[in-house]
């Protein structure tokens, strides 16, 4: 399938794998590329400058496709070493930056000058305009449905997509709550030039995680995410277990006046717990409301190939046909 986001990153299919603390490592990334998707490595979970610089090295030993890294910019009690993972991702040979969080402006001319092309997430219109406006590439669209971050405003992609379609120049993917070729062909629909998919490409057999992770999202419905830390404007969608009910049970009984700190062991450090000890009750870990739409743990590329497959059906034999 050929789209505008194929075309920009030189990519078979339209289909991103986005960046996941203690998921998007060399691993993954490597398999959704060779599936003709695009991986993508997370920048932020490598502790150091020259760790991300190993990690694009053994990802780079296990694909000779097109692969990307995700910049987060959040609010971070110390500031991570921006200033080295942009020169490992730019000595490293890296063309795709998926950035998320703030603005990333202060990092636009040094990647672009290296020839990177970079794609922002956004939850808001707003924000995409914004990334449009400063030089980014493309934006991937994250609705309310999406594991994570998915802002404040509370809009789900049946809704964000087609006013992002609306208003924006650059192509978008669409992303939170695309599980299959339903997903792909809806957001093609709705003016998307692909998907972005978090939690699906968990429950694959390549994802680097604990069999426990794969397995709490076979079990998980679509009841079963909540949202943390509305009270501090940094709300995000994760999946229920013991330390969430405590957080959530915190932020009734503290109310406005919670602070980060009332909140930090159900919080901090708790991915490496979760994704890699298999510790499912360790605390909040981003889930989407796609769990509910994910029954099985294929390979990557059985993955990819079927969304695909489906999308391609869902055209030809079902849209086709219904056209007057
Ligand atoms: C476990 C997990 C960790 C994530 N970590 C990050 C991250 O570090 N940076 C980021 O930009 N997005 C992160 N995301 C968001 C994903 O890249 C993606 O935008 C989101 O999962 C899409 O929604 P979906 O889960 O419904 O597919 C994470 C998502 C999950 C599920």
Redesign the pocket.
């Known amino acids: 399938m050929k789209t505008q986001i194929t075309e920009l990153f030189g990519i078979e299919h339209p289909i991103i794998q ?7 490592f060399a691993e993954l990334a490597a398999a959704v590329s060779n599936a003709g998707g695009l991986g993508i490595i ?1 920048g ?2 490598q502790p150091t400058a020259e760790k991300l610089a190993h990690e694009i090295a053994r990802c780079k030993d296990m694909t000779d496709k097109p692969f990307g890294v ?1 910049l ?1 910019f959040l609010p971070a009690v110390t500031q991570p070493d921006y200033p080295g993972y942009v020169r490992a991702i730019i000595e490293g040979g890296v063309k795709i930056v ?1 950035t ?2 703030n603005n990333p402006l202060p990092w636009l001319t040094s990647l672009k000058e290296a020839g990177v092309k970079v794609i922002h ?1 956004c939850t808001s219109v707003r924000h995409a305009l914004k990334a449009e406006s400063i030089g980014c590439d493309a934006v ?1 669209v ?1 609705g309310f ?5 998915p802002g404040e405003d509370d809009i789900p992609n049946f809704i964000l997509l087609p006013l992002a379609a609306e208003a924006l120049k650059i192509p978008f993917v669409a ?4 599980a299959d070729g339903r997903s792909l062909v809806a957001a093609l629909a709705m003016g998307a030039s692909g998907i ?5 490409f ?1 429950a694959t057999q390549e994802a680097p995680v604990h069999q426990n992770v794969k397995d709490a999202i076979l079990r998980a419905s679509e009841r079963d995410t909540r949202l943390v830390m509305r009270p501090l404007r940094n709300t995000e969608r994760v999946l229920s277990n013991a330390g969430v009910e405590r957080l959530l049970e915190k932020e009734r009984t503290i109310g406005a006046e919670i602070t980060f700190d009332d909140i930090r062991d159900e919080v901090a450090g708790v991915y490496p717990k979760v ?1 890699l000890q298999g510790d499912m009750d360790a605390g909040a ?6 769990a509910g739409l994910i029954h099985d743990v294929p390979t990557v590329k059985e993955l990819v190939d079927r969304v695909m497959k489906e999308a391609n059906t869902l055209i030809r034999d079902r849209l086709a046909t219904m056209a007057a």
């Open positions: 986005g960046g996941m603390h203690y998921v998007g997370t932020l979970t995700n987060t998926e998320a969080g997430k991937s994250d449905e999406c594991g994570g971050h992303s939170g709550g695309m972005n998919m978090g939690t699906r968990i994704m870990w981003s889930c989407g409301l796609v």
